[in-house]
């Protein structure tokens, strides 16, 4: 049975940080490129970094130089950690596979704001 749960997220103000935890099962973890996306309120999803099965990570252009993406295999567990937080950051984050599943879980929201 698949299972992806988030958690980490909260309120911070802009310039702070996070680390946000993807506890994956059932997927095969260790085999599977992972991404972390986000959706911000009456947004698409998008992806905002990924990284693969041989720990060579991707960023999407917003979050270069901001946010670091880790994985580690022993636990089935992917890391978002994310400084500089800015307000545009606002989202809710999922975790998923690379490209992603159908499957969701519930995510973890992160709030910006001052």
């Known amino acids: 049975q698949v299972q992806l749960v988030e958690s980490g997220g909260g309120l911070v103000q802009p310039g702070g940080s996070l680390r946000l935890s993807c506890a994956a099962s059932?997927?095969?973890?260790?085999?599977?490129?992972m991404g972390w996306y986000r959706q911000a309120p009456g947004k698409q999803r998008e992806l905002v970094a990924r990284?693969?099965?041989?720990?060579?990570?991707n960023y999407a252009d917003s979050v270069k130089g901001r946010f670091t993406i880790s994985r580690d295999n022993a636990k089935n567990t992917m890391y978002l950690q994310m400084n500089s937080l800015k307000l545009e950051d606002t989202a809710v984050y999922y975790c998923?596979?690379?490209?992603?599943?159908?499957?969701w879980g519930q995510g973890t929201q992160v709030t910006v704001s001052s």
């Open positions: 998923n596979v690379f490209p992603a599943l159908s499957l």
């Open positions: 990284i693969t099965t041989g720990d060579n990570p």
């Open positions: 059932g997927i095969g973890f260790s085999f599977r490129p």
